[in-house]
């Protein structure tokens, strides 16, 4: 078999391998946590960058997003961390000398935006990878909109969404 020709860097121990989370999070859930515990296992540390999607208008402000999440992550000892841009996630990633994004899949039908997105944010930063990983198999049919209607008239949605959230989603709609 004819051999790659692929770039052999030397490998540091002291290079620690970061990597982005980028969503909406209007508001974070189990199915978003679970991506990021199976992230962990990958890169050393994850930033949660709260982002702009121009096509949703998000029930939390941003600070109520960002505070949402950052409660989730007290004890990880700085691991995950969050914060938020209102520009292009590439730019981000380039500016913070991050090269890689990753992204949950659910079901099929995530694919076709997904590989969209990718695709995009590749043309847009080429050493920039995109790393998708299966969400949990519990959570696959849970979306922030879904939980977010089932808040909003009163349905139980512990268990979906971590406790604290739970708490914000029924001030929201009392
Ligand atoms: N478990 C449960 N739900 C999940 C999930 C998981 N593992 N992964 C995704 N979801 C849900 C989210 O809750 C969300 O639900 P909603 O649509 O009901 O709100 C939905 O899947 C997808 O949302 P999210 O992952 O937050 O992505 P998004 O499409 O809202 O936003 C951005 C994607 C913010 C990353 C994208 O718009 C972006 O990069 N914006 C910045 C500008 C930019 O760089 N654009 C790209 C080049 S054009």
Same mark, same amino acid.
């Given at each position: 078999?004819?051999?790659?020709?692929?770039?052999?860097?030397?490998?540091?121990?002291?290079?620690?391998?970061?990597?982005?989370?980028?969503?909406?999070?209007?508001?974070?859930? +189990?199915?978003?946590?679970?991506?990021?515990?199976?992230?962990?296992?990958?890169?050393?540390?994850?930033?949660?960058?709260?982002?702009?999607?121009?096509?949703? +208008?998000?029930?939390?402000?941003?600070?109520?997003?960002?505070?949402?999440?950052?409660?989730?992550?007290?004890?990880?000892?700085?691991?995950?961390?969050?914060?938020?841009?209102?520009?292009?996630?590439?730019?981000?990633?380039?500016?913070? +000398?991050?090269?890689?994004?990753?992204?949950?899949?659910?079901?099929?039908?995530?694919?076709?935006?997904?590989?969209?997105?990718?695709?995009?944010?590749?043309?847009?930063?080429?050493?920039?990878?995109?790393?998708?990983?299966?969400?949990?198999?519990?959570?696959?049919?849970?979306?922030?909109?879904?939980?977010? +209607?089932?808040?909003?008239?009163?349905?139980?949605?512990?268990?979906?969404?971590?406790?604290?959230?739970?708490?914000?989603?029924?001030?929201?709609?009392?």
């Amino acid at each position: 078999m004819d051999e790659f020709d692929l770039p052999r860097p030397e490998l540091k121990p002291e290079v620690t391998h970061n990597a982005l989370y980028p969503g909406t999070f209007d508001p974070i859930t +189990n199915g978003h946590l679970d991506i990021i515990r199976r992230g962990l296992s990958l890169f050393d540390r994850i930033t949660i960058i709260v982002a702009l999607n121009v096509s949703k +208008n998000p029930l939390f402000n941003l600070e109520e997003r960002c505070e949402l999440i950052q409660e989730c992550f007290k004890d990880f000892n700085g691991r995950v961390t969050v914060d938020y841009t209102s520009g292009l996630i590439v730019d981000y990633a380039v500016q913070h +000398n991050i090269s890689a994004i990753i992204r949950g899949l659910r079901a099929i039908s995530d694919f076709d935006y997904e590989f969209q997105l990718a695709l995009m944010n590749r043309r847009l930063a080429p050493s920039v990878e995109t790393v998708f990983l299966m969400t949990g198999f519990e959570w696959i049919y849970i979306s922030s909109s879904g939980i977010k +209607n089932a808040a909003r008239f009163q349905g139980n949605v512990a268990g979906l969404v971590p406790a604290h959230v739970e708490a914000a989603l029924k001030r929201k709609f009392s």
